[in-house]
């Protein structure tokens, strides 16, 4: 089905947005489509834009961050075949320059289940919100390098997005709140609240909607994730 432009996926049973196809609307009226992607792990796994990006390589550029050594080598891999899709091994943090991620440790990967290995956080506590992670025996520290939003962007000449990706273990509310909307506004936003498993605790999920509100946007929450997005009638995307 493929070779005709479809592909047949499910969709998830408290899911009633499907962001996919948000990413195409856009796309298809714009004809290119740029980003920039904090927290991306391997590129392919529990990744919300990896087929996307691999089925328009030829218009989708865009910048993908991950912190961990190892790990960023598998996303260098998985994105090698994208030349408009740059790599960083970096971390984004708007105070330090390194800071400390807990993960779990390679050598236990096995007994844990797969994605697990995506629970790598600033906050040493967070494995606990998840069921993934038996206990703190199973995880380790690792130094990471860093660079605040503002540098990352004025560094790599970006002064516009299509979409703002956000998936750093209980990091996305500090980054969001530190973004300078009146420098750069990024047509999507997505991010992940976690409310459910106090992630993003609500108070703080409330005022970052509320923040983004008053740049514009409009939100789509979903169970574990938001979209936030500008209405512009220049040109009926949305």
Known sequence: MRRWGYRVFKIGPYSLFDFESFLYRHLEVHKKFSFLQIGANDGIMNDPIYQFNMDNKLVVSGFVLEPLPDVYDKLVRNYQ???LIKPFNLAIHETEAEMVLHRVK???????PEFAI?????????????????NADYMEQVK????SFADFIKSNGV???????????GYDYQILMSIDFT????????FEHGVRDKVMSLENFTAVCSHLNSFGYQIIAESYDATAYLLDPSDLVF
Not at 106 to 112: F, G, Q, R, T
Not at 144 to 147: A, D, F, G, S
Not at 159 to 169: F, H, V
């Open 106 to 112: 390679p050598s236990l990967a096995d007994e844990v």
């Open 159 to 169: 002064d516009s997005l299509d979409l703002l990706l956000i998936d750093t273990e």
């Open 118 to 134: 995506g629970v790598a956080s600033f906050d040493e506590t967070h494995w606990e919100k998840t069921t993934l992670v038996p």
């Open 183 to 190: 420098f750069i506004k990024p047509k999507m936003i997505r």
């Open 81 to 83: 075949s994208c030349p």
């Open 144 to 147: 990471v390098k860093c660079i």
